[in-house]
């Protein structure tokens, strides 16, 4: 088998029972379902392989050979219970599988090997370990605790059981009957000295997971707000768009407007230019014929001012056509120069203040 083939196969055991739209984004809850799927993956594999060693090299099935096909069934069980997401079954039958192979099993089969009176009951407590790894806390602080108790009873009766199935004449009886009390003791204190820094352990992690959890809905919240700072940012910008078009279509109007407004001055001073070029040439002519007769006295007063305003009619009616041909607006500024100061002057007053 190719070793891609045996990471997909990993893979696929890993999440038997996981439901699809959590495969993705594992979460805290189901990887206790994940792990305890691989640890009876690596078990099974390692009960499978002894079986074969066994047959293959003894020819023959033996107790230790029923024991190890009984925990091969444990852990494919387990893996079944899984898959039909009955997870809780599942991870228990996986926490009593190493008491019921070592402990029920050499008791009920008589079975009970010398030496594993001695390093059982500290496998047992060894064993202790896979409830922090497959129950989350506190979420399933019942299974963990009923799990930790019965971890703690096949401790404190391993020895009972196993004396079940020993031969009464094991040396090493003997030696657990004159040192019980202390051999007691230590299986005790093993217990403790075991659990008590992995529930310190559980607690920090507890706490991390507490900080890691409360910075992510922080986040979340920043997330959040930063989404709406940019939502009404976007709608500002939605709403100066539509002001700039408004003003682009309206400084258009009034552009166009501005255009006609002054179409229409430049062709009415275009035509008031020569239209009033007629009378004013009649009028200066009348004037200069007036003088060459004689008939009016050159010191005349009122004749001077008659003259002296035709004069400044004729400038301001030149001013005006040499703008317009010219192509320039023009304003009362424009036409300072052409009238008199006395005139000028008036022209700025307000004419109600000559009334």
Known sequence: MKLPNLVRVWQTISQLGVKQEVRANPTPEWRGIVLSNQINFVLGCLFFLVVVTDILLLGKIDDATIRYMAG???????????????????????????PCLFLIFPAVNQSTHE????????????????????????????????????LFAFTLLSDVLLRLGADPT????EVIDENYVQFKRSMVALWVLLN???????????????RINTNHVEIQEKNLRIQQQNEELKAHQEQIE???????????????ELKHQNDRLAEYAFINAHLLRAPLARIQGLVYLMELSGKM???DLLFLHLKESVDEFNGVVQKINALVEEGHHFSREDFTRVLPPSNAQTEDKDPEEGL
């Open 297 to 299: 006295p050159t010191d």
């Open 72 to 98: 091969m069934a444990f852990t494919a069980g387990a893996l079944f219970l899984n898959y039909l997401r009955w997870y809780t079954f599942g991870r228990f039958l996986l926490v009593l599988l190493i």
């Open 242 to 256: 539509v002001i700039n078009q408004n003003l682009e279509r309206m400084v258009g109007d009034r552009t166009i």
């Open 115 to 150: 030496v594993s009176l001695l390093w059982m009951p500290t496998g047992i407590v060894v064993y202790t370990i896979i409830p922090y790894l497959i129950f989350r806390w506190p979420q399933e602080r019942a299974s963990f605790l009923i799990a930790q108790v019965l």
């Open 170 to 173: 094991f040396k090493i009886l």
């Open 196 to 210: 008590f820094p992995l529930i310190y352990f559980m607690r920090l992690v507890r706490r991390f997971e507490h």
